[in-house]
Antibody, heavy 125, light 109 residues
């Protein structure tokens, strides 16, 4: 059974870098059939897609965050990671990692079929 | 990219049907049959309810259905049950990007 577990600091200081890792179990991150994505949700607000990555390193980023975000994948550890640079209080959110099937017709990340439980990251001094 | 537009709230009585709309543009909903819907309870992760406009994952009740017309997608829940009370988010592929709706709070009165 697939499980995704986010890990990382729950508190980050303004202007620093937020780093999270999603540990995948029950499926191989090397799968040809899936992308791996990040979604965040500020307290009391809606969902915002951050970006998605394929095991070969192909990436898609939210244009509004692209200049401050990097996704990476570590196939040896079966995990993928997120970095958000120069954070502010506006980056405070619950961060979710999720699996996305690859849409075979167009070779892009499709819907989010499995989600991690989420982790709250607070940006504060 | 702008968020897809959903009503902030909808309500219905048990056994009734409700529909939640999700309006985008011809850069997202209107151009791709890649609309999905998620149910979220407070403090919990979202759960996939509908994908590719009208497909239902295994284990999701057939009371949930999806459709699309032009730039607007819709989620219909028939035979409302108290446990359907939750937040619902739509999502669409938007050409090398993905965009969510602002979310709709469903109240079952």
């Amino acid at each position: 059974q697939l499980q995704l577990q986010e890990s990382g600091p729950g508190l980050v200081k303004p202007s620093e870098t937020l780093s999270l890792t999603c540990i995948v179990s029950g499926d191989s991150i090397n799968s040809h059939f899936h992308y791996w994505g990040w979604v965040r949700q500020p307290p009391g607000k809606g969902l915002e897609w951050i970006g998605s990555i394929y095991y070969r390193g192909n990436t898609y980023y939210n244009p509004s965050l692209k200049s401050r975000v990097t996704l990476s994948v570590d196939t040896s550890k079966n995990q993928f990671s997120l970095k958000v640079y120069s954070v502010t209080a506006a980056d405070t959110a619950v961060f979710y990692c999720a699996r996305q099937p690859d849409n075979p017709a167009v070779g892009i990340p499709d819907y989010f079929d499995q989600w991690g439980q989420g982790t709250l990251v607070t940006v504060s001094s | 990219q702008s968020a897809l537009t959903q009503p902030a709230s909808v309500s219905g009585s048990p056994a009734q049907s409700i529909t939640i709309s999700c309006t985008g543009t011809n850069n997202d909903v209107g151009s791709y049959n890649l609309v999905s819907w998620y149910q979220q309870y407070p403090g919990k992760a979202p759960k996939l309810m509908i994908y590719e406009v009208n497909k239902r994952p295994s284990g999701v009740s057939n009371r949930f259905s999806g459709s699309k017309s032009g730039n607007t997608a819709s989620l219909t829940i028939s035979g409302l049950q108290p446990e359907d009370e939750a937040d619902y988010f739509c999502c669409s592929y938007a050409g090398s990007s993905t965009v969510f709706g602002g979310g709709t709070r469903l109240s079952v009165l």
